[in-house]
Structure formats: C-alpha cells, structure tokens
C-alpha cells in the first residue's frame, strides 16, 4: 500500500514506539514481506524471521527486539508488531463500507451487464463488455478488465486468511490490498479470491478457473492458465504464464510455479516447480517418478509374500 511520504518520527508517534534512526527517515509505504519494497515498512515479530526482515527491501522494520539497526535502514521498536501494523494500516486507508448494491464510486465500462443480487463495492472498477453474473460480490477498490466474466457466487476481494494466535482469540491481520482480474479471464461459480495483504492479488489475461477455485491473498498468476475445480492456491504464490493445474490440487504458500508447468490431479504442492515440468501426486514429484514410485509400492504385497513363503 502506497502512503504519502511520513517520516519515522510521525509514525512513531501514531504506534507509541520508538524509533532507531534519522528522525526524517521517510516511509512512503506498508507492505507484507513477501511483497516489500524500498521506502516501504514491514513487521516482525518471530526471532525466526527477523533476518529475513532485515535483510529484506523493505526500509523500515517493526520489531519486537532491541537489534542492531542494518546500515540505510531505521526500526520501530514495539511490544507488539503485529497491532502495530494493524493500527498503521487503518490509519493510513479507514474502514467506509458502501450501503448499496453497486457504490456510487464504482466505475461500469460499456455493455457490461451486472446482473440482480451482485455487490459492487467502493471504487471498484469494471470494464467493458463483461458479464457479471447473480450474487457475485466485487470488494473495494478491485480492479475487472475488459471482456471478463464472472459466474454466479464467486466473491472477489475477500480478506487474507492472516491471524496471529493470542491467548484467548485470534487477531486478524487486517486486509488493505486489492485484485485486478486482468482481461479476457473467465472465473466459474463459487470461486473466492483474497485480496492482497497490503498488495495485490493478480489474474493474468485470458486465464480461466473452473467452479470452486481459491486464490489466497497475494498470489501471482500470469497468462492463460488454466485452473481446474476445487483447485487451492495459499496465499504469496507466483505462478507463470501457460500453467495448467487439474482438480483438487493444493499449493502451499510461498510457491512458485514457472511458466507451461501442468500439476495433475489431487496433487499437493509444497516446493517450486520449474518451467514445461508435470508433477504428481502428494508430496508432489515429477510425474514420471511418482508414477513409478506408486508402481513399486503396489509390488510390495507380492515381494514381501514371496520372502515368507521361502
């Protein structure tokens, strides 16, 4: 999320922390970590995770710890870097939820038809000649490109799946990002997509997703992919152009996918995966490995028999 420029010393004041640094060291934006940026501030609060913050783009860090601060930077100290963030994001973008069915600030392109029981919310924008189909809801500030269609109870926009666990509940990380459905995409019937944390969350031109797809918050998927039923895909994935996932597959988040990679059916993913590859299975494998791994285990029965019988 892009903010005017603030300095350190303001934004301290704002949190109640204290700051390590020039006292006019700017912060010009709030970001996740995966998707940080120079002039952008980033949270942490897990020693697990503390270099990976540090050492990442971002210029500006709210931590938990007294540590030394990285050369060019400037730190936030807080008891709580988690709420911290919270407090900075509604802060910086204020919750105003729209009253109607489609906002007086959303922008319709021509010959798109939207049609009865449809959500269109805050500055949301459509383009042209897309079909909008029942109860489809459109969050804040998302952005459909041209010749879209969007099938009947799909949601757009709904907040990041980001807790933190605390004593007695769990806090939510609030959602300030957004989606851009970008053209000539095709989303069937009861999909949900998250927006991003503080980013966004991308569908590329001309990809297609079958009923009951999710996309977690964050994720980056490029051209033409084409995305089976009942596919999950957990949030800050990058996926490339010309992917192709069959049902029930499951991604975890973090991944990385490159271009022409096909993951068949009721796999589960849980590392990156190189261009024109076809995996399989869970833990998923090369197709052919795992095709052969599965051949091996059914002979088992018969070699373990044979061993007996001698």
Sequence with gaps: MQVNPISISEVAGIINARYVGYKDHLITGLNEIHRVKPGDIVFVDHPKYYDKALNSAASTIIINKEVECPLGKALLIHPEPFTAFNQLTLYFQPKNYSSTSISSTARIGKNTTIMPGCFIGNNVVIGDTCLIHPNVVIYDNCTVGNNVTIHPNTTIGSDAFYFKKRTTFFEALNTCGRVIIEDNVVIG????????????????????????????????????CLFAAQVGIAGCCTIGNGVTMWGQVGVSSGITIEDGATILAQSGLGENIKRNTIYFGTPAAPARDKMRELFATKQLPKLIKKLYEK
């Design 189 to 224: 019937a009861n999909c949900t997509v998250d927006k991003g944390v503080t980013s966004v969350t991308r569908i590329g031109k001309g990809s297609i997703l079958d009923n009951q797809v999710h996309i977690g918050h964050d994720v980056e998927i490029g051209e033409m």
